[in-house]
């Protein structure tokens, strides 16, 4: 059974970067989709990145392109998360996630097609 763990919040400020990991332990993470989600206090849980395992595939939403990127080593299993120029906004709860390797353009942003979580990592940008 396959564990997400996040790491690397923290308090920046706006402008600056952060660079999240997700190390997973039981599998390995070719046979997935993965994703990065957020959670700001009030509001639903919003997609951030993720990237198709099998060719590499990454995929944004409009509010973070160019400025996150996505990315995995997989000598380590791990997953990471580059965010630069931060904004106060970009403050939340920042979720790993892995699903089915078949996800597309048009589904990778479906939380519910994810089917392990990590426990989560503060992200605050103050302004």
């Known amino acids: 059974q396959a564990q997400l763990v996040e790491s690397g919040g923290g308090l920046v400020q706006a402008g600056g970067s952060l660079r999240l990991s997700c190390a997973a332990s039981?599998?390995?993470?070719?046979?997935?989709?993965m994703g990065w989600f957020r959670q700001a206090p009030g509001k639903a849980r919003e997609f951030v990145a993720a990237m198709r395992w099998s060719d590499t595939s990454t995929y944004y939403p409009d509010s973070v392109k160019g400025r996150f990127t996505i990315s995995g080593d997989n000598a380590k299993n791990t997953v990471y998360l580059q965010m630069n120029s931060l904004k106060p906004e970009d403050t939340a709860v920042y979720y790993c996630?892995?699903?089915?390797?078949?996800?597309?353009?048009?589904?990778?942003?479906?939380?519910?097609?994810?089917?392990?979580w990590g426990q989560g990592t503060q992200v605050t940008v103050s302004s």
């Open positions: 039981g599998r390995t993470f070719s046979s997935y989709t």
């Open positions: 996630a892995a699903g089915p390797q078949g996800l597309t353009s048009r589904s990778v942003n479906r939380e519910v097609l994810y089917n392990k």
